[in-house]
Nanobody, 124 residues
Framework: QVQLAESGGGLVQAGGSLRLSCAAS????????MAWFRQAPGKEREIVAG????????YYADSVKGRFTISRDNAKNTVYLQMNRLKPDDTAVYYC?????????????????WGQGTQVTVSS
């Protein structure tokens, strides 16, 4: 099994940037499709971005396209989420997730491994 740990969350003003990191341990992250999800208070968990095992294919939710970039460094067992031009609507707990599937799933039920989450708060 793989263990995931997020870092990099915090408080930022609207228009600012943050970079989230997800460090994998236990098994090499290259064995997993990885994704970032987020959950705001009172809302369902939703996918933000996903990346396949090699890093050659990515997926983005429409709400973050052009602002967020997901990437991975398999040598460091780390996945990143670069978030630019942040908006108050981006405020949520962000979770890193791993899946043993071969494709990037968009549903949380498709991911069996989760980090503890990191809070991102964007002030207006």
């Amino acid at each position: 099994q793989v263990q995931l740990a997020e870092s990099g969350g915090g408080l930022v003003q609207a228009g600012g940037s943050l970079r989230l990191s997800c460090a994998a341990s236990g098994r090499t992250s290259s064995n997993y499709v990885m994704a970032w999800f987020r959950q705001a208070p009172g809302k369902e968990r939703e996918i933000v971005a996903g990346i396949n095992r090699s890093g050659g294919t990515t997926y983005y939710a429409d709400s973050v396209k052009g602002r967020f970039t997901i990437s991975r460094d398999n040598a460091k067992n780390t996945v990143y989420l670069q978030m630019n031009r942040l908006k108050p609507d981006d405020t949520a707990v962000y979770y890193c997730a791993g899946s043993t599937t071969l494709w990037i799933g968009t549903m949380s039920a498709q991911y069996g491994f989760w980090g503890q989450g990191t809070q991102v708060t964007v002030s207006s």
